[in-house]
């Protein structure tokens, strides 16, 4: 009987023996007298950002108040629009008639009401606020005051950090975690916070697959000269009735900008990487559009495999902070993540902006990446070199959105880099675009019929909203986009 | 079962209730005002979809017996008087394979197409209702009828294929004008004719069975015997088109009413609660007359935005807004959402259920599928879309069950549904979803 | 010497009584019914009438007669539930050839009046397509009602083709398309043959799964098929066809009940990887291979029992727990020994379909392969068994392996399961979807057993033992026959084919030569003379 890479589980699936199994198998076993080479790969099936969730155990839901060590305050409220709204040109009849309008029966239009006004609130009328977050006042964001965190050590600096982890180590460094771990749909116990399990389910859906591929000379429990290979892969996860990824399914690992290949020390089956300049991985996200490369500086990655085969770990380094403003606010809109999950996104800029703590860039010293880390669990699978070229797949479907998203990012990654105000570009999901104004002044978001009649006073002028169809025309023969 | 002599319609316009105590439009279908009863009379069977926005919320709805005799959840509390009527499926799952998931439209055409669309609001065949009404829906006015409560013509989800869908009635007074306004067949008078293709049929089976003689004569005795079986298979299928000729009888003793006031269309919760049961009457009315065998009705679009007067958020924002309570462990407020979904749902069933016809009622005679776009709206997933079916397809279907899909794809429940409105197919649906297991335990 | 004389000579007043239609049919007596299977009606309309007209039906599900669903069309007929369904198809399917898509390549000729009846066109039409779907020309009667009531319909709807569609559909649901009607005639003395066109119906479902091409039908139809010449000359043609393989997928899917999986469910906490794009692949895996094997390589074919080679997809590579590598779907693939498979009885196939939903079970993985591989079904077990013991997963006897033995100690029970259990024992190793183990309950599992006191271990060790064992090939070769002629395979007489054993069994045991040499036997196509019995109830007709 061989040790095949992986333990196969007995049929019976029952947990306390697998550790009898285990023992008996390497037993019963030939110890290996010489070295021999070896591979082990996994697909990812659960990802998350590595957040420690401080309140008390067994009360841990997304969006949840209850306050810990993580946040004394609990989880931020949702946010008082009309608060936020407010500058110094707007005067309370506008925030009230805007984000209440008495008038307007229809709540899918003062929901549309309240994204347009959020949208602009800078020191000036005309400026969106999502696309120049400098040029709305630091509301403030509560941040993290708790000592734990998930995460490494990036700069090996015991006193730089504030976190220990969950292993005893000082100096961690999680600064994400930081500035943003009190906010609710990141808030919880692992893989139960809102937006975790929406990027795992859209993960297992099919949306895109991550895939580890470990091999090595010696053992792959212990090898001190071992390669670890993680990429994205074009091929599907296929999901079984108990909710994880089905095993020893087959994967084609694409070398592309999402590709890393690191080397690693594996003691007692816990790999640990180097840590490297630049660690390449697919991005986590919710939406298609969000998909990419996720670039970690002095990135490296932990990870622990069980005696079952199943692997749990971690990914760190440092990320460029704007960019993670981006995924959160251009993927849909920054008054969709504020009027739906209620983060802050002024505040969040700024909280990420201060906390950043790695990757001076060398011209200003201005800290561009900051310290991060996710927590991945994955099952066994095969992951196989593919032959010729393979990209990633953008759906048809995804280009206009995947274009749109990339756009808007570099229009933001600008106007911090020039200290100059971006305007909106057109066709832009920013300030409800659908939102549309009568002659009388007042708003409706209906294309001249309500509730199947013709609108009594029809808005003026041609729609945003079919502007924007418009310009989904002519932006569908654009070239198509490339794998980013 | 005769309706008031006085159809009392109560309601509220523009602020004031009203009661308006209305004319009779006498209506019995036979000159002495008997029931139409147990005299063999063939009772077509019907079919109707009822579709609601964002779900349900799976702590609350799926029951936690398998099989028959399930317990009532919370959740569909209202419907325990016609439990046993009714059956529920959970665990079933709308698989995209290679097209993306487009928020609340990819889980509800994957339950009336089997396919997961490739265009968000287009539907890549034509939907269920539809292939159901092509076999069953001649001899009647209307080949299916459409109908939502929210007033936007937008909300119909039967379609042809495509971006097309079939324009709803939009008002308990369209609805009631299109069935029983001008152009109202009243079955027991004049102008009714039967189907011309029955008469084409009779002639082509005429034809095979002035085979039989030839083919009976070289036969042995055992395959003689076969070939008997075969031609009294014709013979059977001879007979029911006989019966097909004559005019068939209404056996429900109804009484149509006259035409609703215009009423306020809102998608207020208290106003829903007047106007669903209206247009669930109007609708049960038009099939116990003969109007239609098919419907459709919407409560309201797939991204719901019912809401409850006072509150600024609809049903759909709250999905995304509302935390997860951590003690109940779901979202309270959007449950409430889901429970009064399942409460409209009731409405429409009370009206089917009300209606005696033959030795049962117009629910025995039909089968409704009740379904939605989503499992948990929050993160618009679609593993775990609940669907429910009542009535038993006058006998052809078993009712009262709770069936785990199990992870099996949702288009198992469409296959089950045509099979058992008499359909012949032997499988539905494309890719991941292309499947040839009914649900075998429910058909009779 | 009496009753053969007045045999004779009802016989030939018979047929002098019947219609004379230049047509050898209906001057034989009818020998054999059988009804359509579902392929064989789906390969007939794609042939007939094009790949792309649709056909949506249910159709009934046949039953197993002597291991075979080929021998149940003997015994089934039309209820009048398949018979709604039948006429529904054959409406659908008319619809389509004459609808504006289609009628353009397979109407063949126009109507002066697209509005009116046209007799000329539809006579033509009917002819046509009804020697194609009754597999022999129509009589006079049958076509005239046609034209007929083309002419009428036509006339009523004010559309040709509305009536030719009609007319179309009552050749599609008539028992002559749906039944499989074999004549026999007189060949001298006092032996009987099938016709020509029985001859021709024979070998097309058996060699392509499908209706007589109209090189078969010519043969027939000019007596050419009634000469061993002409037979050979078509089963050459036939069997030098890519198409053969159609017709060797259909006798080995029904052979090895691949149809099991309709019914094959796995529990989903314990299995939660199994689901039904598994089943599909399995069936199509197995295929693959025996086609391969049996088709491509001309090879022995008791090396099914053996070979590591198979052909995998993705989604069965997960179960085998091998990589898969993207060249194409279905990727060639050999097991190392260590894998401890072999042949078709280690594929996914074979262990899952007769495995219980939450476990493996030796008895009726035995059970099946007797059955299917050694022709030696086993009875139904006796009323009143106790099966607590076997079924008690939590009690001392951990392995299922434990638990048979006990039960089988039992007299009444070891009869059977003495000679089922060692073959299932054997395959303990792989679970109930397939899957390799090594142990059960934490026990490593035993896979040895012994059958006649000749012991063997594990899969490769059961595979050695039916590879050698003389009933395999026998058990193939009689239910290809079986298959061929529509017989309960416990029923029939091997001498009717012994010819063809003996150079199946000389060549080499490759599957092209006992099938080639069995269609091409002398006594193939031999009747059994009806009984007096039979004759004259017929007579009286």
């Known amino acids: 009987m061989t040790i095949t890479g992986r333990i196969m589980e007995a049929k019976s699936g029952r947990r306390k023996h697998r550790c009898l199994l285990l023992c008996t198998a390497l037993t019963l076993a030939p110890a290996p007298l010489m070295a021999e080479p070896w591979v082990k790969s996994f697909v990812v099936d659960k990802y998350e950002p590595a957040f420690y969730y401080g309140g008390r155990p067994g009360v841990e839901k997304a969006g949840v108040i209850e306050p810990g060590v993580d946040c004394p305050g609990g989880t931020l409220p949702m946010l008082d629009f009309a608060k936020v709204v407010k500058t110094p040109w707007r005067s309370d009849e506008e925030v009230a008639s805007w984000v209440k309008p008495a008038q307007v029966t229809d709540l899918q239009t003062v929901h549309y009401m309240q994204e347009r006004i959020l949208t602009y609130r800078s020191f000036r009328r005309d400026i969106v606020s999502y696309i120049n977050p400098f040029t709305v006042p630091d509301p403030g964001m509560p941040s993290v005051v708790g000592k734990i965190a998930e995460g490494f050590n990036l700069d090996g600096n015991v006193k730089t950090g504030g976190f220990v982890n969950s292993r005893g180590e000082k100096g961690i460094d999680n600064a994400y975690y930081r500035a943003l771990g009190c906010i609710g749909s990141f808030r919880g116990a692992p893989y139960t916070a809102a937006m975790s399990v929406r990027s795992t389910d859209k993960m297992l859906e099919g949306m895109y697959t991550m895939v580890i591929r470990l091999s090595g000379n010696k053992s792959p429990m212990n090898d001190d000269a071992a390669t670890l290979e993680i990429g994205y892969s074009p091929d599907h996860v296929n999901k079984q009735t108990d909710g994880r990824a089905s095993t020893s399914y087959s994967f084609r690992i694409v070398k592309n900008e999402q590709y890393s290949k690191v080397k690693a020390v594996i003691r007692d089956g816990v790999v640990e990487t180097e840590q490297v300049s630049e660690l390449h991985t697919p991005r986590f996200g919710w939406f298609p559009n969000q998909m990419g490369d996720a670039d970690f500086h002095q990135g490296r990655i932990r990870l622990e495999i069980g005696p079952d085969g199943f692997a749990s770990g971690l990914v760190g380094g440092y990320r460029d902070w704007r960019d993670l403003y981006s995924e959160d606010t251009f993927t849909q809109s920054g008054s969709t993540i504020e009027t739906r999950d209620h983060h802050d996104v002024i505040g969040m800029y700024y909280a990420l902006k201060r906390n950043a703590d790695g990757v001076p860039d060398p011209r200003t010293g201005e800290k561009m990446g900051i310290s991060i880390a996710y927590r991945l669990k994955a099952v066994p699978a095969y992951v196989i070199d593919p032959e010729g070229a393979l990209s990633t797949t953008v759906l048809p479907a995804d280009r206009r959105a995947t274009q749109k998203y990339r756009q808007m990012r570099d229009i933001f990654y600008k106007g911090i880099a020039t200290a100059t105000i971006q305007p909106n570009p057109r066709g832009s999901n920013e300030g409800a675009p659908q939102l549309r104004q009568r002659a009388d002044g007042s708003w409706t978001n209906s294309d001249g019929e309500r509730n199947g009649l013709r609108d009594a006073s029809p808005p003026i002028g041609p729609s945003t909203m079919l502007q924007q169809v418009n310009n989904q025309e002519a932006e569908r023969t654009a070239q198509p986009v490339t794998a980013r | ?444 | 010497m009496q009753a053969k004389a007045t045999f004779a000579i009802c016989l030939s007043l018979w047929i002098l009584a019947v219609p004379a239609v230049a047509l050898a049919a209906s001057a034989g007596q009818e020998v054999g019914l059988r009804l359509l299977t579902e392929s064989e009606y789906r390969n007939s309309i794609s042939d007939i009438f094009g790949s792309d007209i649709l056909v949506q039906g249910r159709f009934d599900a046949g039953r197993r007669v002597g291991g075979l669903l080929a021998a149940s069309s003997t015994v089934l007929s039309v209820t009048p539930a398949s018979l709604e369904s039948f006429s529904k198809m054959a409406d659908s399917i008319a619809a389509q050839v004459v609808d504006q898509n289609h009628r353009e390549k397979l109407v063949g000729c126009t109507p002066k009046d697209t509005k009116a009846a046209d007799d000329a066109c539809a006579s033509a039409f009917l002819a046509r397509y009804g020697r194609l779907l009754f597999r022999r020309p129509l009589t006079g009667d049958e076509l005239t009602s046609r034209v007929k009531l083309a002419g009428d319909l036509a006339k009523s709807n004010r559309d040709f083709y509305a009536g030719l569609s009609d007319s179309l559909a009552t050749l599609l649901y008539s028992p002559t398309f749906l039944f499989r009607h074999e004549i026999a005639v007189p060949a001298g003395g006092k032996a009987t043959t099938l016709d020509g066109y029985s001859r021709a119906t024979r070998l097309s479902f058996l060699l392509w799964d499908t209706t007589p091409d109209a090189a078969l039908l010519k043969a027939a139809e000019s007596g050419r098929l009634n000469t061993a010449a002409g037979v050979a000359e078509q089963v050459d043609r036939l069997m030098s066809s890519p198409r053969l393989e159609m017709g060797m997928r259909a006798f080995f899917a029904d052979m090895l009940q691949l149809d099991t999986f309709s019914n094959t469910t796995k529990d989903s906490i314990i299995y939660p990887k199994y689901n039904a794009q598994i089943a599909a692949a399995a069936q199509e895996e197995t295929l693959r291979t025996v086609m391969d094997l049996g088709l491509r390589s001309n090879d022995d074919i008791r090396n099914l029992m053996t070979t590591q080679k198979t052909y995998i997809s993705r989604v069965l590579a997960s179960i085998y727990d091998v990589p898969y590598n993207f060249h194409d779907e279905w990727m060639a693939y050999e097991f190392p020994q260590s894998a401890g498979r072999s042949g078709i009885l280690t594929q996914i196939s074979t262990l899952s379909m007769f495995s219980h939903p939450g476990r493996s079970s030796p008895t009726e993985r035995g059970v099946a392969l007797m059955d299917i591989f050694l022709c030696e079904p086993t009875p139904l077990p006796p009323a009143n068994v106790d099966f607590s013991i076997v079924n008690n997963t939590d009690g001392p006897l951990k392995t299922v392996r434990e638990r048979l033995l006990a039960h089988a100690t039992t007299p009444t029970c070891a009869s059977c399961h003495n000679h089922s259990d060692p073959i299932g024992l054997t395959l303990e190793h792989f679970d109930s979807t397939g899957a390799h183990r090594l142990h059960e309950n934490g026990q490593l599992i035993d896979v040895s057993g012994t059958i006649q006191g000749k012991t063997f271990t594990g899969a490769q060790g059961l595979g050695r033992y039916l590879h050698d064992n003389p009933k395999f090939p026998a058990c193939l070769a009689r239910k290809l026959y079986s298959y061929g002629a529509g017989a309960d395979s416990e029923d029939v007489n091997p001498a009717a084919y012994k010819i063809a054993y003996k150079a199946f069994v000389d060549g080499g045991y490759r599957l092209r030569t006992l099938l080639k040499s069995m269609v091409s036997s002398p006594g193939y196509f031999d009747t059994a003379s009806p009984s007096a019995a039979d004759t004259k109830t017929a007579m009286n007709k």
């Not at chain 2, 009532?72 to 439990?83: G, I, M, V």
């Not at chain 2, 019966?243 to 207020?268: C, F, H, N």
């Not at chain 2, 049962?360 to 879309?385: N, Q």
């Open chain 2, 1 to 444: 079962m005769a309706l008031d002599r006085r159809f009392l319609l109560r309601g509220a316009f523009q602020g004031s209730a009203v009661a308006m105590a209305l004319p009779l439009l006498d209506c019995f279908l036979d000159g002495n005002g008997q029931a139409l009863a147990d005299n063999g009379k063939r009772i077509p069977t019907r079919f109707g979809t009822y579709f609601w926005g964002c779900g349900l919320t799976k702590e609350l709805f799926v029951p936690k017996t398998i099989g028959a005799n399930y317990e009532t959840t919370q959740q569909l509390a209202s419907l325990e008087p016609y439990k046993k009527k009714i059956s529920v499926f959970s665990g079933l799952r709308a698989i995209v394979d290679d097209n993306p998931n487009f928020q609340h439209w990819t889980g509800l055409a994957a339950v009336t197409t089997g396919i997961s669309p490739t265009r968000a609001g287009e539907f890549d065949s034509q939907t269920i209702d539809q292939t159901i009404a092509d076999a069953i829906g001649h001899g009647t006015r209307f080949k299916s009828i459409e109908a939502t409560c929210s007033g936007n013509k937008n909300e119909s989800y039967s379609s042809l294929g495509g971006a097309n869908t079939n324009p709803p009635e939009v008002s308990p007074l369209g609805l009631y004008t299109r069935l029983f306004g001008p152009g109202f067949q009243d079955p027991s008078k004049g102008d009714w004719k039967p189907d011309p293709q029955v008469l084409v049929h009779q002639s082509m089976l005429s034809v095979v069975a002035d085979d039989r003689k030839r083919l009976m004569a070289n036969l042995s005795a055992s395959d003689k015997a076969r070939m008997d079986q075969y031609f009294t298979s014709v013979r059977e299928l001879e007979q029911s088109m006989e019966a097909a000729l004559k005019r068939p009888d209404v056996v429900a003793q109804v009484t149509i009413p006259a035409a609703p006031g215009e009423m306020p269309v809102s998608k207020s919760v208290p106003e829903l609660q007047k106007i669903v049961p209206m247009m669930s009457r109007l609708i049960a009315l038009g099939l116990a007359t003969n109007q239609t065998h098919v419907f459709n009705i919407a409560l309201a679009e797939p991204g719901s935005t019912i809401f409850m007067p006072g509150d600024s958020k609809p049903f759909h924002q709250q999905t995304h807004e509302e935390p997860i309570d951590p003690v109940l462990g779901y979202q309270p407020v959007s449950a409430n959402f889901s429970t009064h979904s399942m409460k409209f749902f009731a409405m429409l069933i009370k009206e089917l259920e009300d209606i005696k016809e033959g030795d049962g009622t117009l629910l025995d005679h039909s089968l409704v599928l009740a379904y939605t776009d989503t499992s948990f709206a929050k993160l618009h997933a679609l593993d775990g879309i609940p669907v429910l079916l009542a009535g038993s397809a006058s006998g052809r279907v078993k009712t009262g069950y709770h069936i785990a899909g199990e992870g099996s794809p949702v288009s198992r429940v469409g296959l089950t549904v045509q099979q058992a409105m008499g359909l012949s197919i032997d499988g539905w649906g494309k890719g991941s979803m292309a499947t040839k297991k009914a649900f075998s335990e429910i058909l009779a």
